[in-house]
């Protein structure tokens, strides 16, 4: 479904391009673009390698039961099929910890983990099971304690009060989430 | 493990990485944020926001670049400025969070995931200007 989205929104791309006479602009565009993806692709190799290594520390330690204990009522609710000993709830648990504390780029390799798990106990299937979804859904709302990198432009561009947002972020990260985890809970009986 | 991972994410990277890029640049994006402002000012957002309402869940980097141009316009502390703040702080990157993790399996069917996703981001820009009032004037 996804690679509708993308044909879609290239094919409307190149046709506005010609309607507007930028036509030749977009084959630069595109080189920019593929060696923008290798960076990225880069710097995440390395960044997956660093925080899986820290998953196994803190697994080994002991950090990650506890903190799996602690969020285990949201996540019995959130994931009701997974089991208390399942290895994709440990991974979640640090996934939703890293993002509270707005460790974004440590959340990232933790939810890879996390769902390459739950597809193995979805066997294998190209149908997303409804823990798969929810964790997406979880993952496209922000959730986070402090939003840092808002707060230090905000203050770049000469806010008086950089951090009077952070309450009103608060309600309303929350309230989107909840419309999002709600909606997945109905629709993921229809689809 | 790493470099696995990275290989199966990377073809949904790319085509994700291009199609935004050739969005902006083509002026898709400007183009759809005129025709959605009526739509916006429905749900009574201000029509100035409906640029940033339009990139934030398809672009990062392009939604900081908005962000900024809104605090230079306006001022940070604007009701503008902080509705701004309020969106972009409170929701992340749909887009790509769907691509990368979606992209890291074999999943072809998605089922609900980008409407729910979608539904989440614009009850995120609807709250947020309501909270902004509610706290701010």
């Known amino acids: 479904m996804i690679n509708y989205i993308w044909s879609i929104i290239l094919c409307a791309s190149i046709i506005f391009s010609f309607i507007s006479g930028k036509g030749e602009a977009m084959s630069s565009v595109i080189f920019s673009s593929v060696s923008k993806a290798v960076d990225i692709s880069i710097t995440l190799l390395g960044i997956i390698c660093f925080w899986s290594g820290m998953m196994e520390i803190a697994k080994n330690s002991g950090l990650t039961k506890k903190v799996e204990a602690f969020l285990r009522p949201l996540t019995k609710i959130l994931f009701p099929s997974l089991k208390k000993e399942s290895k994709a709830l440990s991974a979640i648990t640090m996934n939703i910890t890293a993002n509270l504390f707005g460790l974004g780029n440590a959340a990232t390799p933790f939810g890879l983990i996390a769902v390459k798990e739950l597809e193995r106990e979805n066997g294998f299937s190209n149908r997303a099971s409804d823990a798969m979804c929810m964790f997406v859904i979880i993952n496209t709302a922000s959730l986070q304690l402090l939003p840092t990198t808002i707060m230090g432009l905000r203050s770049k561009f000469g806010s008086a009060y950089p951090a009077e947002i952070i309450v009103p972020v608060w309600i309303t990260s929350a309230c989107a989430l909840l419309i999002g985890v709600i909606s997945t809970k109905i629709l993921e009986r229809r689809f | ?137």
């Open chain 2, 1 to 137: 493990m790493g470099l696995k991972t990275v290989l199966s994410v990377f073809p949904s990277l790319l085509a994700l990485i291009c199609a935004v890029e050739l969005m902006n640049e083509s002026g898709l994006c400007n183009y759809l944020s005129d025709v959605l402002s009526p739509l916006f000012s429905f749900l009574n957002v201000p029509k100035e926001l409906s640029p940033l309402a339009i990139i934030r869940p398809i672009s990062g980097s392009g939604s900081t670049a908005v962000l900024q141009s809104l605090m230079e316009k306006y001022s940070p502390d604007s009701f503008i400025g902080r509705c701004a703040s309020i969106i972009s702080a409170s929701t992340e990157t749909t887009f790509y969070t769907i691509a990368v993790y979606f992209g890291a399996t074999k999943v072809k069917y998605m089922r609900h995931t980008v409407f729910c996703a979608l539904l989440a981001d614009i009850s995120c820009v609807v709250i947020g200007c309501l909270v902004c009032r509610l706290f701010f004037c």
